[in-house]
């Protein structure tokens, strides 16, 4: 069982297999046509956005690189190129890290930025090119 749904502070758990498990990194791989899959990660590894990070890594030979949130959010980002790599955020995550140039900077560089959890909130803004992908509705 895997806990989901904490940022809408309704805690729920979902059960998966190993083959369930491995589906979703097959269809994220095929879909996003990337292989290996390589991903940055500041969301906890026993929440699911966090393991399916560590997942699509370990199934298709990515590199893994785990910060916590709060040193992104203060500026200590690593000296890495991260053009090849997904990050996963949540809402609020997302809208910290654009309220300061350095680390919207930093964000810009990824190939793709996975948003997850809540809705989100009128006045985060995204630009229609970017590479934004929501699990709750279209970004452009």
């Known amino acids: 069982m895997i806990p989901t749904g904490g940022s809408s502070g309704n805690v729920r758990f979902a059960i998966h297999t190993w083959n369930t498990l491995a589906a979703s990194v097959q269809g994220f791989q095929h879909y996003f046509e990337r292989q290996p899959i390589h991903a940055f990660c500041s969301l906890p590894l026993y929440h699911v956005s966090g393991l399916m990070q560590f997942l699509r890594c370990l199934i298709t030979g990515g590199n893994l690189v785990i910060s916590p949130f709060k040193a992104i959010e203060i500026g200590q980002i690593p000296d890495l190129d991260f053009s090849d ?6 809402p609020t995550q997302l809208q910290r890290l654009l309220n300061h140039p350095q680390q919207t900077q930093w964000l810009a560089q990824f190939h793709t930025v996975l948003l997850g959890g809540l809705r989100l909130g009128q ?12 699990s709750h509705q279209p970004m452009a």
């Open 123 to 134: 006045n985060c803004w995204i630009k229609p090119e970017s590479s934004i992908f929501s």
């Open 85 to 90: 790599f997904f990050i996963s955020l949540v």
